[in-house]
Structures are given as structure tokens and as C-alpha cells.
């Protein structure tokens, strides 16, 4: 009677553990996911990859679900300051922010892809080395100062070739100076903790860059008044007027009449 009690004890807790196992300690990651847990005994982190796992009563705990997805983005664009203190607006997009090995080489990357030991890795990082739900307001951080970095090595004329801002004159963009500076952000996003210490491949799309708004604006009315002010020129010029006095008075009175024209809608003609 009492081995027989003994026995079903045993069946029911082998059952009980069977149930647990099943329900509580059961783990199922999600494609595209990964599941990181500590081990209670050792200390050390690790990771369950997508499939079904079982977690071990007592020992395992669970730390973090991180995404293996490509999270790109489009932030807002900021405001950073060239090697003369010139300051600059930048648009830039995060076309790569993944748990992964830092390389623009399709081949390496596929091979990591393929390499568990080390996405298990980096997926550790991720989960450990950060408060990983605020990931993208800290690696955002880091993108800034990457590109504050490279725009401190260069002055505004060599990135806008032929500006002279004392005169309110602003180059083009140089484009080869621009495919050079994300080349550059990239290369330091490559070496820097979000990289080596977070486990994170960064890859940055600067857009754009130019003077902030309110600059713009001043420039653009500078450039709009210089031509209104040459086609009056040429218009007296025409006319054949040489005397100081009288251009002045004409161009009173041509300003004038646009005014009145633009209150009333109507279109200011030539007289015959």
C-alpha cells in the first residue's frame, strides 16, 4: 500500500512539473523576436531565439523581449553648428537601427544572420547594457553627436562652396561634401558604444542640410529685392531717364502704383 501511494505521489508531481512546464515555463519567441533571460545560478545572460522553449524553474528569469527588425525612422530635423560656429539645420533618416553586426556588406550580413552565437550576442547587449524600451530616444543621442562631430571638422564655405554670409550670399550644396560627411557619420556610428557596447547596426541618410529657417527667409528676401531692384533699373535705363532726381521720383511712383494695383486685384497697365 505504501509503495503504491509513494508511486502515485511521484506521477503526480512528475505531472505537476509537466504542467508547469507547459504553461508557466513554456516560451514561445516570436519570428523576428528574441527572448533574453538570466540565469539565476551563473549570472549570465542568454537568449531564446524564435521557436518553442522551456524555461527551468527557479533559474531562468525572464529579463527582455527585443525586436530583430530593421527599426528605421525619420526624426526631426536639428540643429548643429559648423567648425566657424555657423549654425545648420540637418535632415537625416535612420535607414538602419537593427539588433546586428555593423556592415554595409550584404554578404557579412547574411552570414551573421545565419551565425545564432553571435545575434544571441548582440541581442544580450541590447536587452543589458540599456534601458532597451528607451533605445530609440538613446540612440538618437549618439546619432546627434556623430553628426555634430563631423560638421565641427568642417567650415560652412566648404560645405557651401563660394558663401559669403557677411554679404548675404549662400553657395550650392556641395553634394561629394555631402555624401563624404554621412560616409564619415556612418564610419563613427560603426565604432561607437551604440555599436560596440549595445549591440546595435546604425546607418544614417543625411538628406539635406542648409541655414536654419528664419536665415533662409532673410536670404530669399535679399535675393528677391536685388531682382525687383534690377528689372526697376532696367525699366528707367529704357526710358532713357539720366537725372537722379527723376529716377527717384519715377520709382516712387511705380512702387506706387503696384500697391494700389495689388489693393484693388487689378493688373497695372502701360500707358499709351
Not at 93 to 117: E, K, N
Not at 126 to 151: C, E, F, G, H, P
Not at 244 to 263: H, M, Q, V, Y
Amino acid at each position: 500500500m505504501g509503495n503504491i501511494l509513494f508511486l502515485l505521489g511521484m506521477v503526480g508531481m512528475i505531472l505537476m512539473i509537466l504542467v508547469l512546464l507547459l504553461t508557466e515555463y513554456r516560451v514561445e519567441v516570436k519570428p523576428a523576436t528574441a527572448m533574453v533571460y538570466n540565469n539565476r545560478w551563473t549570472g549570465c545572460a542568454n537568449t531564446f531565439l524564435p521557436g518553442t522553449h522551456f524555461m527551468v524553474p527557479g533559474i531562468h528569469q525572464r529579463l527582455e523581449e527585443v525586436t530583430l527588425r530593421n527599426e528605421a525612422r525619420n526624426p526631426s530635423n536639428v540643429m548643429l553648428f559648423t567648425g566657424d560656429g555657423i549654425e545648420m539645420e540637418v535632415d537625416y533618416i535612420i535607414r538602419r537601427q537593427q539588433i546586428g553586426y555593423p556592415s554595409t556588406d550584404p554578404v557579412l550580413r547574411a552570414r551573421f544572420a545565419w551565425d545564432p552565437r553571435l545575434l544571441r550576442e548582440r541581442a544580450v547587449m541590447a536587452a543589458t547594457a540599456i534601458d532597451y524600451k528607451s533605445r530609440n530616444d538613446l540612440i538618437q543621442t549618439r546619432i546627434v553627436a556623430a553628426l555634430q562631430m563631423a560638421l565641427e571638422a568642417r567650415a560652412f564655405e566648404e560645405l557651401f562652396p563660394g558663401s559669403n554670409l557677411g554679404a548675404g550670399v549662400v553657395g550650392k550644396i556641395d553634394k561629394y561634401k555631402k555624401d563624404e560627411l554621412e560616409a564619415e557619420v556612418n564610419a563613427e556610428l560603426a565604432r561607437d558604444p551604440v555599436t560596440q557596447e549595445w549591440g546595435f547596426a546604425i546607418e544614417v541618410d543625411i538628406e539635406d542640410y542648409d541655414l536654419p529657417e528664419k536665415l533662409r527667409k532673410v536670404r530669399e528676401t535679399r535675393v528677391s529685392a536685388e531682382m525687383e531692384g534690377a528689372a526697376l533699373k532696367s525699366k528707367m535705363d529704357a526710358l532713357g531717364v539720366a537725372d537722379p532726381e527723376t529716377k527717384r521720383w519715377l520709382l516712387i511712383a511705380d512702387a506706387a502704383s503696384d500697391a494700389i494695383g495689388r489693393a484693388f486685384g487689378g493688373k497695372k497697365t502701360d500707358k499709351k
